[in-house]
């Protein structure tokens, strides 16, 4: 029989590693399974500036390393796989990976949630170096500086107006002729003397010289191309919750987002969903450590129960 361990956490990055530091603490056998390496989508950021404690900022990859450094400290482990399908049939769930099956009491869920990209030649070389997909992360790096925010959404707005109070000149290129955010985000934003919209326009390609130096866009309707002069482009154009893998085994939203409160509960018992895979109103690093917590918490009583 496989052995059975009190916690299993899929995904390790600020949220898994949390669950995992505060479950390995409290005694409970805890394994965290990430596919990649310790961070997740945070391990890409270059600098991270907006996370307590580290008053010269800190590089997402090290950041990364020093949570999965904690859990360890306690004794959870981490196994470097892919996670194939669930099943949470039963008090013993059991999660098929790449590497074989584990088994456990409890799941939490933190799996992430990935950027959606433009998918233009260069965009992933140029990720960090000019190209950002999270404007409350890096926006802190473009201080009088100019910038092209890409997308009409609400996310996006906010993005837009976020940046407007850091930069010299905020473009928003969109390819309608306007915002699909909410009216408040639109008409703040109209009020802003450093905001520029670009309408019925798309980022068609980059200009770089080892970094960002500016973006070609082009009108959806004319078809003519120009250039506009930039320092940093922010792609808000959605993203894409990691769960293919759950298969239906726990209720998601319309955009596939796992639904749980603030409890981090899903509707399956023993299971919790932790971190940008969450249904939530704000993903950040720092949310996604105090779900982590939550989550524990809640764990913690459930086994108590059993």
């Given at each position: 029989?496989?052995?059975?361990?009190?916690?299993?956490?899929?995904?390790?990055?600020?949220?898994?590693?949390?669950?995992?530091?505060?479950?390995?603490?409290?005694?409970?056998?805890?394994?965290?399974?990430?596919?990649?390496?310790?961070?997740?989508?945070?391990?890409?950021?270059?600098?991270?500036?907006?996370?307590?404690?580290?008053?010269?900022?800190?590089?997402?990859?090290?950041?990364?390393?020093?949570?999965?450094?904690?859990?360890?400290?306690?004794?959870?482990?981490?196994?470097?796989?892919?996670?194939?399908?669930?099943?949470?049939?039963?008090?013993?769930?059991?999660?098929?990976?790449?590497?074989?099956?584990?088994?456990?009491?409890?799941?939490?869920?933190?799996?992430?949630?990935?950027?959606?990209?433009?998918?233009?030649?260069?965009?992933?070389?140029?990720?960090?170096?000019?190209?950002?997909?999270?404007?409350?992360?890096?926006?802190?790096?473009?201080?009088?500086?100019?910038?092209?925010?890409?997308?009409?959404?609400?996310?996006?707005?906010?993005?837009?107006?976020?940046?407007?109070?850091?930069?010299?000149?905020?473009?928003?290129?969109?390819?309608?002729?306007?915002?699909?955010?909410?009216?408040?985000?639109?008409?703040?934003?109209?009020?802003?003397?450093?905001?520029?919209?670009?309408?019925?326009?798309?980022?068609?390609?980059?200009?770089?010289?080892?970094?960002?130096?500016?973006?070609?866009?082009?009108?959806?309707?004319?078809?003519?191309?120009?250039?506009?002069?930039?320092?940093?482009?922010?792609?808000?154009?959605?993203?894409?919750?990691?769960?293919?893998?759950?298969?239906?085994?726990?209720?998601?939203?319309?955009?596939?987002?796992?639904?749980?409160?603030?409890?981090?509960?899903?509707?399956?018992?023993?299971?919790?969903?932790?971190?940008?895979?969450?249904?939530?109103?704000?993903?950040?690093?720092?949310?996604?450590?105090?779900?982590?917590?939550?989550?524990?918490?809640?764990?913690?009583?459930?086994l108590a129960g059993q």
């Amino acid at each position: 029989m496989n052995h059975v361990y009190d916690m299993i956490v899929i995904g390790g990055g600020p949220g898994g590693y949390t669950s995992a530091l505060y479950a390995s603490r409290a005694g409970l056998d805890t394994v965290v399974i990430e596919r990649l390496c310790a961070g997740g989508q945070m391990a890409l950021t270059g600098e991270v500036d907006n996370y307590p404690g580290f008053e010269d900022g800190i590089n997402g990859f090290d950041l990364g390393i020093k949570m999965q450094r904690c859990a360890h400290r306690f004794g959870a482990k981490t196994v470097n796989c892919e996670v194939l399908s669930v099943d949470f049939d039963g008090e013993i769930k059991r999660i098929n990976t790449s590497d074989g099956f584990f088994c456990g009491k409890t799941v939490v869920l933190a799996s992430g949630a990935n950027p959606r990209e433009l998918g233009l030649p260069g965009e992933k070389e140029l990720t960090g170096n000019g190209v950002h997909y999270c404007a409350h992360c890096d926006g802190g790096f473009y201080k009088d500086k100019r910038v092209i925010v890409v997308g009409g959404g609400n996310s996006a707005a906010a993005d837009a107006l976020y940046l407007s109070r850091i930069a010299s000149k905020v473009f928003i290129v969109h390819r309608r002729d306007r915002l699909r955010a909410d009216k408040i985000y639109g008409d703040s934003l109209t009020r802003r003397e450093n905001v520029e919209f670009v309408w019925n326009s798309t980022v068609s390609g980059f200009i770089a010289d080892g970094r960002i130096i500016g973006a070609k866009v082009t009108d959806v309707v004319s078809e003519k191309t120009c250039d506009i002069s930039c320092d940093g482009i922010f792609v808000s154009v959605g993203r894409t919750p990691a769960t293919e893998f759950l298969l239906g085994k726990v209720q998601t939203d319309k955009n596939g987002y796992i639904v749980a409160d603030e409890s981090t509960r899903t509707d399956i018992p023993g299971v919790y969903a932790v971190g940008d895979v969450r249904a939530k109103a704000l993903r950040q690093i720092v949310t996604a450590v105090s779900d982590g917590a939550v989550a524990v918490h809640f764990a913690e009583e459930y086994l108590a129960g059993q």
